[in-house]
C-alpha cells in the first residue's frame, strides 16, 4: 500500500515537473511581454498604478516590455494577463482573493494543422487566501509580486540574453 502511494506521488510530481519545464519553454524565443491587468473592486488596488509597479517590476528583472505597435508586429501576439478579484461581503471583517498570471501567445493545434488559437495560455501561476477587510491591497500585493517574480525567473531562465 505505501508503494502505490508514493508511486502515486512520484508520478504526481513528476507530472507537475514536467508541465512547469513545458510551460517555461513556451517563453523562449519571446522578445518581451505587453502587460494587460484586471482588477476587481473590492481590492483596495487602483489598476493604473497596479499596471505601471508591475511594469517596472518586469523592467528592473529583466522582462521587456512592448508597446502598443510592437506587440501588434511581433509574431506571436504575446501578453501577460494579471487578474486580481477580491470577494469581500460587507459585514464581514475577512475577505477571500485569487490572483491569477498568465502569459497568453498565439498557438497552433497539433491536432488541426494550421489552425492558430489567439491568447492561449501556455504559462501560468496562481494564488488565492484571505485577508483583513481593512487593508486588503496591502495584504494582497506580495502575493501579486511573488507572481511576477516567478514568471520573470521562468522568462529569464529560457531568455538570458533578455537580462544584458
Known sequence: MKRIALLSLLLAWTATVC??????ESLKGMEGVRL?????????LQEATLQEEIAQRLIRAGVPQLDHDTWLATPGGQYLYVHVDVICPSTAAICAYAIRVELRQDAL?????????????????SRIGTV???AAGDRI???IDALIDEFAADYRAVNPASTE
Open 36 to 44: 494587460l491587468i484586471e482588477v476587481g473592486q473590492n481590492s483596495g
Open 109 to 125: 493545434l497539433a491536432r488541426a494543422t494550421g489552425l492558430k488559437v489567439h491568447g492561449a495560455t501556455t504559462w501560468n501561476s
Open 132 to 134: 483583513s477587510a481593512t
Open 19 to 24: 508541465a512547469d519545464e513545458l510551460a517555461r
Open 141 to 143: 500585493r506580495p502575493s
